[in-house]
């Protein structure tokens, strides 16, 4: 079997093969998975008439909010996006009726972002649907490949730098 990433280091190898294109290998096809995945990701939430951003927040404020929320500038830490985005991204939600602002009881200058019941009940109904979806895209590979693999990306995006954020 061959992908493109192959095709094109052969096309390299070829043209400039004073030139190690190995590192291609595994930055193209990343590359391409991501795109790829990217794809199928919004085709599932688009069927559910979401985006994959909005299932991202909602997902974030259901897994590290709790039932108190979170602030936008710990939505805009997870999602590294700028405040104004954050912002943009809250005020999309809250017009669907899916999250809210609740002045925050311990500092009167923040504000909180919370689930309301309709986004609460979005995200408990969609996160096994969007589960099963995933593992649709990973047939391909076995548990243990699953693991070997996530192992492998996990320390290589720790040695780019990625920490948790919350």
Known sequence: MADAIDLFTAHWNRERPDVDVSPMAVIGRIQRLSRLLEQELKKFFAGHGLEFWEFDMLATLRRSGGAKGLTAGALNQVAMLTSGAITNRIDRLA??????????????????????????????????LHMANEQRLLAVLDQQSRGQLADQLRTLAESLGDIPTS
Do not use: M, Y
Request: glycine letters at 6%; proline letters at 9%; a neutral charge.
């Open 95 to 128: 017009a669907k009726g899916l999250v809210e602002r609740i002045p925050c009881a311990e500092d009167r200058r923040a504000i909180l972002v919370q689930l309301t019941p309709t986004g609460r009940t979005l995200i408990d109904e969609l996160l096994p």
